[in-house]
């Protein structure tokens, strides 16, 4: 129903900052609470960052909180994950998804990965030190 697409992801040094961008296409995204996911080799996918459909309620997992920023542009169908600060350990391929229903508008549902209804491919983010 909704296709995804994030980019910005690459190399970047220890402490330095990167941009993702998710644009989406074939649907209302203005409707729609959006979020972040990640996930590293051998580990499962966790929850990053959340943004509900009124732009209201954002979220965070503990690990980035004060270091990256979830935004929206509605007029460009786009959503945002500013990254600073990054660490080796967020090292990970990330993932933007699109919750249709508008299930995510707690902290609970949005950091739940079963809220949402498509997935974008995936941009990979690798820190070094």
């Known amino acids: 129903q909704v296709q995804l697409v994030e980019s910005g992801g690459g190399l970047v040094q220890a402490g330095d900052s990167a941009r993702l961008s998710c644009a989406a296409s074939?649907?209302?995204?203005?409707?729609?609470?959006m979020g972040w996911f990640r996930q590293a080799p051998g580990k499962e996918r966790e929850f990053v960052a959340g943004i509900d459909w009124t732009s209201f309620n954002l979220y965070y997992t503990e690990a980035v909180e004060g270091r990256f920023t979830i935004s929206r542009d509605n007029a460009k169908n786009t959503v945002y994950l500013q990254m600073n600060s990054l660490k080796p350990e967020d090292t990970a391929v990330y993932y933007c998804a699109a919750d249709r229903s508008s299930r995510g508008v707690t902290r609970q549902a949005i950091s739940n990965a079963a809220s949402y209804d498509d997935w974008g491919p995936g941009t990979q983010v690798t820190v070094s030190s």
């Open positions: 074939g649907g209302t995204f203005w409707t729609y609470s």
